[in-house]
């Protein structure tokens, strides 16, 4: 990727995020709070019934999933409603509560698995989109830190702090666990806010070429847009590679069979999933996430065998 496309998608990808964390509500209280988002594209007719898909805007996964969910489903005939919040617990808990119908990119088998045990009674597991996701911590590509071990006795360069994302995320957990692991708990704050306010944070620094260290993940199109690489973890601290999956609420696949078959056919590739999420995000970008998931079909439907077109 040329220099000028990665300053052109950080700059369109950090405003669409900022932009979309506003329309988040305050779930940090563990009630479920949403936030309305009125459907834009490809709702259908209805006649099935009304499907609700709650996400978190600044979550970049789920956002591309939850525009693609709602193009296919529609076409199947549902009215697909989307609903954002503001974090992953109000999220669990309203799928458990059927106040959500589909969970569209969890990640149940490592970052969210606190949640998914609490609510694993009461919440179905749809089907595994991708199967190659991870927690990282990354510094720019410019930093001689290679590894997570060297970040212990370089607090100074960092400004004693790792920049995170939201509080309750299965991410900030896993790096409060990896911290002390490496001796680095009483060295370096881990800061928390949004994902929008630590990209604000990367894309500041990595313009001056200073040094920082984020909590990132992989698939996610920041790796791409910034000069970031990922620290190696020779402890594992950060967990194993885990599945994105597709949850649905208790009882998901008897009310709605047809829409459940299909969300248990999509799956994507790296190719597959960074093209949709390049294209939500930042060539098309916010209020025109529909128009993202059509040029999506055009350049990749003929790849796979359960686009409904």
């Not at 949403?34 to 979550?59: E, N, Q, R, V």
């Not at 569209?104 to 970052?111: I, Y």
């Not at 973890?233 to 208790?250: Q, T």
């Amino acid at each position: 990727m040329h220099k000028s496309r990665i300053t052109t998608l950080a700059a369109l990808g950090v405003a669409a995020l900022l932009a979309l964390s506003g329309c988040a509500s305050d779930g940090a209280g563990g009630t479920l709070e949403l936030a309305g988002k009125a459907p834009s594209h490809g709702t259908g007719s209805g006649d099935k019934g009304t499907i609700t898909i709650g996400f978190l805007p600044s979550w970049t996964d789920g956002l591309s999933t939850a525009y693609l969910l709602q193009d296919q489903l529609g076409k199947l005939g549902y009215d697909v409603k989307l609903q954002t919040l503001s974090d992953a617990g109000p999220l669990y808990a309203g799928l458990s509560q059927g106040d959500v119908d589909i969970f569209p990119s969890a990640w149940p088998e490592v970052t969210q698995k606190a949640y998914m045990d609490t609510y694993r009674g009461s919440i179905d597991d749809l089907g595994t989109y991708y199967g190659n996701a991870r927690l990282t911590i990354a510094v720019p590509t410019y930093s001689d830190i290679d590894s997570i071990d060297q970040l212990k006795g370089s607090a100074s360069r960092f400004g004693g702090k790792v920049i995170g994302i939201e509080p309750g995320a299965g991410l900030t957990a896993q790096t409060q666990k990896m911290m002390p692991e490496y001796g680095l708990d009483g060295e370096y704050q881990l800061v928390t806010s949004s994902t929008a306010a630590m990209l604000t944070e990367l894309k500041s620094a990595t313009d001056k070429k200073q040094d920082i260290a984020v909590t990132l993940w992989r698939p996610f199109w920041a790796n791409s847009a910034f000069p970031v690489k990922d620290l190696k973890d020779p402890k594992g601290a950060m967990g194993k590679p885990e599945g994105l999956h597709f949850l649905g609420a208790k009882d998901f696949a008897k009310k709605h069979p047809d829409a459940a078959a299909l969300i248990g056919k999509i799956t994507l590739d790296d190719a597959q999933y960074g093209s949709l999420e390049d294209l939500v995000v930042n060539r098309f970008g916010e209020g025109k996430e529909p128009q993202a998931i059509d040029e999506w079909i055009q350049e990749h439907g003929g790849d796979v065998d359960w686009v409904q077109k």
